[in-house]
């Protein structure tokens, strides 16, 4: 990403409220989608649920990553 993009994140990501929330959504995500994951027999479907949740699990750490990229 740009460093302009990074910068438009910055207010969703330090308002705590906001990312509380989005962090809050991409749990409940994560554990609809790992349930389905743990059914699944089509391998394809199965390395989509995969990606979706790596992909979930980095708005953990967006904030950091948002702040890196805003500097640099």
């Known amino acids: ?22 962090k809050e959504y991409a749990e409940a995500r994560i554990a609809l989608l790992q349930n389905n994951l743990s059914f699944e027999q089509d391998i394809d479907k199965i390395r989509s649920y995969q990606g979706a949740i790596a992909e979930l699990r980095r708005i953990k750490t967006l904030r950091e990553e948002t702040i890196k990229g805003a500097e640099g």
């Open 1 to 22: 990403m740009d460093k302009v993009l990074y910068k438009l994140l910055l207010p969703l990501v330090n308002d705590k409220s906001c990312y509380t929330i989005l």
